[in-house]
């Protein structure tokens, strides 16, 4: 019977060959940035801030410039978050209206 390490890192290597090398270069440069952001102490960011808003950005630019759809997704992504009652959606709440006092 087969060491399950051995199994597992056969698995590995099988699903890296499969892996467009440029997008493995990409993830490995994301969280190689994720490491540093979580290694380096806040920049004077404010207490209610729990996350580092620039390491944030950077793995959503990753991540849609990973796509190979001519920056569809992207678009649709931003126009949806133009949307008040989709971002509220997003995040789990009703959207709300501000309400004025007279």
């Known amino acids: 019977m087969a060491d399950p390490r051995d199994e597992l890192l056969r698995q590995i290597r099988a699903i890296r060959r499969r892996i467009d090398p440029d997008v493995l270069e990409k993830a490995a440069a994301a969280a190689e940035r994720m490491q540093t952001a ?29 796509r190979h759809d001519g920056g569809r997704f992207a678009m649709k992504l931003m126009e949806e978050m133009k949307k008040p009652e989709a971002a509220a959606k997003a995040y789990g709440r009703a959207a709300t209206k501000p309400t004025r006092k007279t």
């Open 38 to 66: 979580r290694a380096a102490p806040p920049a004077e960011e404010p207490p209610d801030i729990p996350f580092d808003r620039q390491a944030a950005r950077d793995v959503v630019m990753t991540f849609l410039q990973s």
